[in-house]
C-alpha cells in the first residue's frame, strides 16, 4: 500500500524529520519560508495530511476549498486558534495538537519574563551594551521583589498549573486562579491556589497576572482597557498565551501613562509584526513567540505529532484529538 503523503509545513528539528521521512511520503519545508494562503490550498487538495503550526493561517477562507484530499490536520503545537475548527471539521477533517510536552519549558519561560520585567533585566542589559552604565548606586534601576507576591493566573490548564507550581514552591507566592470551568480543589490545593469567580475579581488583587487561556474569539480582547484599568497601577502582566487575548492599543496605552508596572509579552495579536507604540514602551519585555523553544520540547512536539499521525492511519483514535 502507498504511504500516505504528509505536508511538514514549516522545518523541524532533524531527528523528528529523519523519523517522519522513513515511514511517510513527506514533503519538507527546509527552507523554513512561510507558506502563503494559495500554496495551503492547494496543499489541501493533493496531501492526506497536513502538519501545520501557529505560523499557517488555516482560517475558513483556506479551509473552504473544493475537492479536499488532507483527512487530518496534526498540529505541532498545543494552541489550534490558527486552525477554524468548524470549517475543517465540515471539510471531513481530523485535528489533532501537541500538549503536555512544552507546558514545562512553557511555564519556565514564563517565569523568564515574569523576573526580567520585575528586576529590569532588559533595561539592565540595554544600559551596559550601550556604555552607559556608570556602576553601582543605591537607588540604581529598583525593581520590584518578586518572592511572596501574589499572582493570578488566568486559565488553569497544563501550562498555568506548571506557572503556579514554580510561583508557589520556587517563589512562595500566593496563587490566585480564574478558570471559565470550576477547578477540582485537590488540584488547587497542590499550588495553594484559590478560584474567583471573575477577573473583575482577580485583577485588583494580583501583583503580576500571567496568562494561559486558549486563543480565538472566546478570549480576543479578554484583557481590555476596562480590565487593565483594574490591574494594580505596580502590577506586571505577562502574556506567554496568545496574542489576541489582550488588547494592544489598550496595552500600549497602560504602559506609556503608567497605569500599570510592566509587561512581558511572548506573543503578539499579528505575529511577527509588533505595534510600534508598544516597541517604545521601557517596561515592556518582549520575546519571539519562544513558550517552547528548548531542544527538548521541539522534539517531543515532532514526535508527538508522529504518534498522532500513525495513530489516524492505523486506524486508531489520536491520543490528542482536538476535533
Ligand atoms: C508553537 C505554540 O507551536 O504550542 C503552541 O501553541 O504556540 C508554540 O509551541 C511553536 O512555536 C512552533 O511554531
Redesign the pocket.
Known amino acids: 500500500m502507498a504511504k500516505p503523503r504528509v505536508l511538514v509545513t514549516r522545518k523541524w528539528p532533524d531527528r523528528v524529520e529523519a523519523e517522519i521521512a522513513k515511514q511517510y511520503d513527506a514533503t519538507f519545508n527546509a527552507s523554513d519560508r512561510q507558506l502563503g494562503v494559495s500554496e495551503l490550498r492547494d496543499a489541501l487538495g493533493s496531501y492526506d495530511a497536513i502538519l501545520p ?3 499557517d493561517r488555516l482560517l475558513a477562507e483556506t479551509l473552504d476549498t473544493p475537492r479536499v484530499q488532507t483527512k487530518l490536520l496534526a498540529n ?4 489550534y486558534s490558527h486552525i477554524d475548527v468548524a470549517t475543517a471539521r465540515h471539510q471531513g477533517m481530523t485535528i489533532t495538537n501537541t500538549p503536555d510536552v ?1 507546558s514545562e519549558c512553557t511555564a519556565d519561560l514564563t517565569m523568564t519574563l515574569l523576573l526580567m520585567v520585575a528586576r529590569r533585566a532588559s533595561e539592565g542589559e540595554r544600559e551596559l551594551r550601550s556604555g552607559t552604565w556608570k556602576g553601582p548606586s543605591p537607588i540604581h534601576m529598583m525593581g520590584t521583589k518578586v518572592s511572596g507576591k501574589t499572582l493570578g493566573i488566568v486559565g488553569y490548564g497544563r501550562i498555568g498549573r506548571e506557572v503556579a507550581r514554580r510561583a508557589h514552591h520556587g517563589f512562595g507566592m500566593d496563587v490566585l486562579v480564574f478558570n471559565r470551568s470550576p477547578v477540582d480543589q485537590a488540584v488547587l490545593k497542590q499550588n495553594n491556589a484559590v478560584q474567583m469567580n471573575s477577573l473583575e475579581e482577580l485583577l485588583p488583587q494580583c501583583d503580576f497576572v500571567s496568562l494561559h487561556c486558549p486563543g480565538g474569539a472566546s478570549t480576543r480582547n479578554l484583557i481590555n482597557a476596562a480590565r487593565l484599568d483594574l490591574m494594580r497601577e505596580n502590577a506586571i502582566l505577562v502574556n506567554t498565551a496568545r496574542g489576541s487575548i489582550v488588547n494592544e492599543t489598550a496595552l500600549a496605552q497602560a504602559l506609556m501613562f503608567d497605569t500599570i508596572g510592566g509587561v512581558g509579552l511572548d506573543v503578539y495579536s499579528e505575529e511577527p509584526c509588533i505595534p510600534p507604540a508598544l516597541a517604545e514602551c521601557d517596561n515592556l519585555v518582549m520575546l519571539p ?1 519562544l ?3 528548548t531542544h527538548e520540547s521541539r522534539e517531543a512536539m515532532g514526535f508527538r505529532v508522529l504518534e498522532n499521525l500513525n495513530d489516524f492511519f492505523q486506524g486508531k483514535s489520536p491520543r490528542d484529538l482536538v476535533a
Open positions: 503550526t501557529v505560523s505541532y503545537g498545543v494552541g512544552l513567540h513558550g517552547s523553544a
